[in-house]
């Protein structure tokens, strides 16, 4: 019976780990799926007890630190930006003169809004620019010094 009340108990906090996504709670449900099959094989309750604190504190302290590196590493560095994050560190061409508050650049045949980084540069038109961020429909940008390839 009792081995029956801790599989109940397991599979309440997987379906509660559905539900969160912070894969705490899942270790939790291994420790009672464990503690069922001590129950099963007739341990005393306080052994079971046991063995659902040591498995849930184990799988948490040796297993979540390497789901969760795992998880940041696959949502990290290897993914392309996109949208107008896409369009930070990319060169542009100036159209219109930049300034501290007008200007007008080419981007991969995109026409931006453009504004000078501090304000005090001005930027010719010709001349090449890095965008060093984008504020709305404007692109921040400062001179770029790579040669053109």
């Given at each position: 019976m009792e081995a029956v009340l801790w599989i109940v108990l397991?599979?309440?906090?997987?379906?509660?780990?559905a539900f969160t996504a912070t894969f705490l709670i899942i270790f939790f449900a291994a420790g009672a799926a464990a503690a069922a099959g001590a129950a099963a094989l007739g341990a005393p309750l306080l052994l079971q007890v046991?063995?659902?604190?040591?498995?849930?504190?184990?799988?948490?302290?040796?297993?979540?630190?390497?789901?969760l590196r795992r998880s940041r590493d696959e949502s990290g560095s290897d993914e392309m930006p996109f949208g107008i994050k896409a369009l930070e560190g990319e060169h542009g061409t100036v159209l219109e003169e930049v300034g501290a508050d007008h200007g007008m650049i080419k981007i991969e045949g995109e026409?931006?809004?453009?504004?000078?980084?501090?304000?005090?540069?001005?930027?010719?038109?010709?001349?090449?620019?890095?965008?060093?961020?984008?504020?709305?429909?404007?692109?921040?940008?400062?001179?770029?010094?790579?040669?053109?390839?």
């Open positions: 397991a599979i309440a906090l997987a379906i509660g780990e046991i063995v659902f604190a040591l498995v849930s504190a184990l799988s948490v302290g040796a297993l979540r630190p390497l789901i026409l931006w809004q453009a504004r000078s980084f501090d304000g005090a540069e001005t930027y010719l038109p010709g001349e090449r620019v890095r965008v060093l961020k984008v504020k709305g429909a404007t692109a921040i940008v400062w001179r770029d010094h790579t040669p053109n390839i």
